[in-house]
């Protein structure tokens, strides 16, 4: 076991205490570009846009390339940030050649890349998949019955609750929450594979490394930001003069961070509901039982057996029988409790209900913006419709 820094995550929770705040100490610097991303927004960095909202990367207008590499699986990153690294790799070997910088370095002698885009929709599908049998797991065990969607919903819905107390259902939940890599926007590079919770591997190799100060200018001079918590990883940052260089070469329109935002990520709430009602009908189907047999008291002395056929449908009849307003109400709810907000019973229920007035007027992509934009930033909340009309057009400007 070291002696100042942790290992392995397993020690005592004083031990633990007591050394991380050691490991605070050294990973400082004076250079700005080393930051911690766990502390405040910084952790959404590239998950969500100007107003909060998730989002994940497309391919539109600048490409998600591949990085030169050894390794089997393909390490991607957005072909300007692949061009910067490109860069900072050559920097290094120029440095090296020349007897300036340590040869010797573990990390910090060749940058190699070994983790970088990762694709949140793979990541998440993996979820997904289990929730149906999760689902299956619950109705066994507690013996719950039902007859149709509606009766399944209410019988489910109290195990849902519970669960989101600590996880996360929906897919804009899930970009947002920590179980989501930072690597999911397409802007990091991680150069060596560390453990976490092994800071003493990263005291070692990069704090105490001889070419510690050099990576940390020559990243900045690039347009690179450090990862203070895990210094083997590092961010493109899109407000540096070299990115914003670097992104106007492969498209020219593509000139500053926010048109880089607005035009290469997607807001993930646009197209999930489809989705989500995928899913919800799918935990239905594979659930059902073909009859519900249950046992009824006729008098004092004598009972009846009922025999009850558990209804079934198909993903259209299911979408025309349960009614796009209750599936889009149902996932405003589940969204709600995702979310860390201190919106009133009286509020969600006011704004759930305007959101599906909005959807009937304005279509449902406009009112799932309107219902994001003021769920992920509390707003002072009046409830009405022309309060939310009013707001959705502040937020434009």
């Known amino acids: 076991m070291n002696r100042f820094f942790i290992e392995n995550g397993k020690e005592g929770a004083k031990a633990t205490f007591k050394k991380k705040q050691m490991y605070k100490l050294v990973s400082q610097s004076k250079l700005n570009n080393l ?7 910084k ?7 100007r107003y909060y909202q998730p989002i994940i990367p497309n391919d ?3 490409q998600i390339v591949n990085l030169p590499t050894s390794t089997i699986e393909p390490i991607r990153v957005f072909n300007f940030v692949a061009d910067a690294f490109a860069d900072l790799q050559n920097k290094f070997k120029i440095k090296v050649a020349r007897r300036e910088i340590s040869s010797d370095e573990k990390y910090l002698t060749d940058l190699v890349p070994t983790l970088a885009y990762q ?5 998440f599908e993996k979820r997904t998949t289990s929730f149906s049998i999760a689902v299956g797991k619950v109705i066994d065990k507690n013996n719950l019955y039902f007859t149709n969607f509606t009766e399944f919903i209410n019988v489910i819905m109290p195990y849902i609750k519970s669960f989101l107390k600590t996880n996360v259902l929906t897919f804009p939940a899930f970009v947002k929450s920590t179980d989501c890599p930072m690597s999911a926007n397409g802007l990091v590079i991680e150069i060596a594979k560390i453990n976490p919770n092994d800071d003493k591997t990263k005291y070692e190799e990069f704090y105490s490394s001889k070419n510690w100060e050099f990576f940390l200018n020559a990243c900045n001079t690039y347009g690179f930001m450090v990862d203070c918590n895990m210094p083997n990883r590092i961010i493109a940052d899109i407000n540096s003069p070299n990115m914003i260089e670097k992104m106007t070469r492969h ?10 935002i607005a035009n290469c990520y997607d807001s993930v709430s646009d197209s999930y509901l489809e989705n989500f009602k995928h899913l919800l009908y799918r935990a239905y189907f594979d659930n059902k039982r073909r009859t519900m047999v249950s046992t009824v008291n006729t008098s004092y ?12 449908y198909n993903y259209a009849e299911f979408l025309a029988e349960i009614g796009e307003k209750v599936l ?8 709600f409790m ?13 704004l759930i209900r305007e959101t599906i007035k909005l959807m009937e007027i304005n279509g449902i992509t406009s009112a799932l913006r309107m219902f994001e934009k003021i769920l992920n930033k509390t707003f002072d909340y009046s409830g009405s419709l022309s309060y939310l009309e009013r707001r959705q057009n502040e937020l434009r400007k």
């Open 338 to 350: 995702e979310e860390e907000s201190e919106f009133t019973v009286y509020e969600k229920s006011t």
């Open 119 to 123: 694709d949140p929709k793979q990541i």
């Open 60 to 62: 539109r207008y600048l």
């Open 35 to 41: 930051i911690d991303f766990n502390y405040g927004e």
């Open 301 to 312: 002395d004598s009972t009846r057996t009922i025999v009850r056929k558990v209804k079934s």
């Open 251 to 260: 498209n020219q329109n593509i000139n500053s961070a926010d048109m880089f």
């Open 328 to 335: 889009l109400d149902l996932y405003l709810q589940i969204r």
């Open 43 to 49: 952790r959404l960095y590239g998950r969500v846009d």
